[in-house]
């Protein structure tokens, strides 16, 4: 069973079909925006569809006889849409058919209700077979999540493919909110800054912004090494457009679990540097003449693709494209989002081979989030004509891997050497003070070597001097012992 890029085999669902609640019956003509591809108004949008890989003869095999009648409506269904967006195409180059492709188009929109009809029952079959189709019906299930998952049944088959559906940090969730985290100023000031324009999150105290909150404080306290990181706030803010706040929450902890992302969001963000690396392999490869013009630009990857990998192009791509990319991730993980960045760039090559620096940023900015906004199957189709082979991909993690070891290792002896390099000189300046202190030391002693020899030459002259004198009253002694000179006596 395909599991995530990176993470472990998960098991499936343990609840059974009676164990499940399928969502309401849909009425018809529900918008489905958000939901399958089969849907989509867009002409172009559909022959995208229609070009899509069918299932396999082994999957249909697996199918029961009602299922099999179901996807053979859904084809159906399908050939009605192309003719019909093939007669509206005509219209714009005759009038003389206007006639029939209005007729055409009111067909299509009965053919539409019931392709909706048919679409929520098969989804409802699945959420209720789920265990038997993962079993069973694996393939199949990929093609149809590749489609897109109907909007209503997003919030319960996002839990089943997370394998969220019954998690024992659901009931510590209530307690976590009683409790403080350090993080808790730094979510507070980020909260206004996801998703500023969707009603759900608009103004302070709006519910998305207390719910968001909530699921974001009790994330930082299950993981402290983790805490809280910007980028998983757009993902969580998702999540609470589909889900509860607590079904939301498990959810977000199986993303970081078993998808990857929790590596993405360490403070080293080491995942990221790896994701990166990866891609600009993939660029080299197969857009080598784009890979120059990056460079010679000094456009680094990192300036365009780590929000794509931290915010799985939340913050880049409209919600109704960036959903139907969720949808994906939750069942393929991460190389959804390397297949749809190289999709990206591969659609986007002639134009930014042609622009400066400043030019791309604002390439990127203003007119690529808008290039699907009608059909989110282009980009999806486009994503898997990217060629990608998972067993390079990991023969690159390996060299990445080798790569910051051998980084860490020399940064490692750059540490040694610094610190032998300090106490050198520390050592240096101790030896150089002891050198001042003798030079001024041998200083003050030649001063005082030389007032000594002053002293002993002023003693030396008044020894002499003393003698002298001693001389003088000697003499003046004796000559008063001089006879004739009694009477001074």
Sequence with gaps: MPTPSGSPERE?????????????????????????????????????????????????????????????????????????????????????????????????????????????????????????????????????????????????????????????????????????????????????????????FKGQDSLGQEVLFNVMKAYSLVDREVGYCQGSAFIVGLLLMQMPEEEAFCVFVRLMQEYRLRELFK??????????????????????????????????????????????????????????????????????????GMAILQYNQTDLIQLDMEGMSQHFQKVIPHQFDSCPDKLILRAYQVKYNPKRMKKLEKEYTTIKNKEMEEQIEIKRLRTENRLLKQRIETLEKGQVTRAQEAEENYVIKRELAVVRQQFSVTSQNLEKAQDTIGELQREKNIPGHSYCL
């Design 12 to 200: 499936g669902s343990t609840g059974g079909p009676n164990q499940l609640e399928c969502p309401p019956s849909s009425p018809p003509g529900m918008d489905h925006s958000m939901g399958s591809p089969l849907l989509s108004p867009d002409s172009s949008c559909q022959d995208a569809m229609l070009s899509a890989p069918a299932a396999s003869p082994a999957d249909s095999e697996s199918l029961s006889p009602d299922e099999l009648e179901l996807l053979a409506k859904l084809e159906e269904q399908n050939r009605l849409l192309e003719a019909d967006s093939k007669s509206m195409r005509s219209m714009s180059g005759s009038r003389r058919n206007s006639g029939s492709s209005l007729v055409s188009s009111s067909s299509a929109s009965s053919n539409l209700s019931h392709l909706e009809e048919d679409t929520w029952i098969l989804w409802g079959r699945i959420v209720n077979e789920w265990d038997e189709w993962r079993r069973k019906k694996d393939k199949l299930l990929k093609e149809l999540i590749r489609k897109g998952i109907p909007h209503h049944f997003r919030a319960i088959v996002w839990q089943l493919l997370g394998n969220a559906t019954d998690m024992p940090v659901k009931n510590q969730y209530s307690e976590l909110l009683k409790m403080s985290s350090p993080c808790e100023k730094l979510i507070r000031r980020d909260i206004a800054r996801t998703y500023p324009e969707h009603e759900f």
């Design 267 to 340: 403070p080293t963000m080491a995942e990221l540097g790896l994701c990166i690396y990866q891609f600009e392999y993939l660029l080299q490869e197969q857009l080598p003449e784009l890979n120059v013009h990056f460079r010679s630009q000094s456009f680094h990857t990192s300036m365009y693709a780590s929000s794509w990998f931290l915010t799985l192009f939340l913050t880049f791509l409209p919600m109704p494209v960036a959903t139907r990319i969720f949808d994906i991730f939750m069942y393929e993980g991460l190389e959804i989002i390397f297949r749809v």
